[in-house]
C-alpha cells in the first residue's frame, strides 16, 4: 500500500479574453497574486507534488507557470486539452496515459464546476473551488488507477484559499 495525496486546484482569477474565447481568458493581476500566494500555502503545508498535469487553457497554464516559478524543486509537468471544463470522468482516463508509478503527491489544475464535483466524488464532501483554491486529498491505494476509481474514499486533508 502506498500512501497517496492529490491536489485538486483550480486556476486563478481569469479577465476576458481579447480573441480566443473562454478557453483563452488569461489571469487578472488578482489570478497571478492568488496563484503565487497558493504555492507559497502549499509548501508550508508540505505538498510539493512531483507531477503537475494541467488544462491548457491560459488561465490554469498561467496559474501553473506562477508555480512552478515560486517552486524550487524539480517537476514534472503536462499540458491537457481534455481537462478544459473537465471532471472526474475526464481526469481518471486522461491520467491513464500518464506514468504515475513514482509519484505520491500529484497536482492536478483545471476549473469548475469539475473540480468542486471531482473532490465531492472523491472525498463524500462537497468543497466549492473557489479562484486558486486547492483542495489537498489523501489515500492508501496499491495504485494511482485504483486510488482514482476508489470514490468517497479519499480523506479530504485541508482546503487551501488563498
Known amino acids: ?10 486556476h486563478g482569477e481569469a479577465g476576458r479574453a481579447s480573441s480566443g474565447g473562454d478557453v483563452q481568458r488569461p489571469l487578472t493581476q488578482h489570478g497571478h497574486k492568488q496563484a503565487s500566494r497558493l504555492a507559497t500555502l502549499l509548501s ?12 491548457s487553457a491560459l488561465r490554469t497554464r498561467e496559474t501553473t507557470q506562477n508555480l512552478l516559478d515560486a517552486w524550487s524543486h524539480e517537476l514534472q509537468v503536462a499540458w491537457e486539452d481534455s481537462f478544459y471544463l473537465g471532471n472526474l470522468h475526464t481526469i481518471v482516463p486522461t491520467l491513464q ?54 470514490t468517497y474514499n479519499w480523506t479530504l486533508q485541508d482546503v487551501l484559499r488563498p
Open 1 to 10: 500500500m502506498h500512501h497517496l495525496r492529490l491536489i485538486l486546484a483550480r
Open 44 to 55: 508550508e503545508a508540505g505538498w510539493l507534488p512531483s507531477i503537475v498535469v494541467s488544462s
Open 97 to 150: 496515459h500518464h506514468n504515475l508509478s513514482d509519484c505520491s503527491c500529484l497536482m492536478l489544475v483545471g476549473h469548475n464546476p469539475g473540480w468542486s464535483d471531482a473532490v465531492s466524488q472523491l472525498s463524500g464532501t462537497y468543497v466549492s473551488m473557489g479562484t486558486a483554491n486547492a483542495a489537498l486529498l489523501s489515500i492508501e491505494a496499491e495504485s494511482w488507477d485504483e486510488a482514482l476509481l476508489t
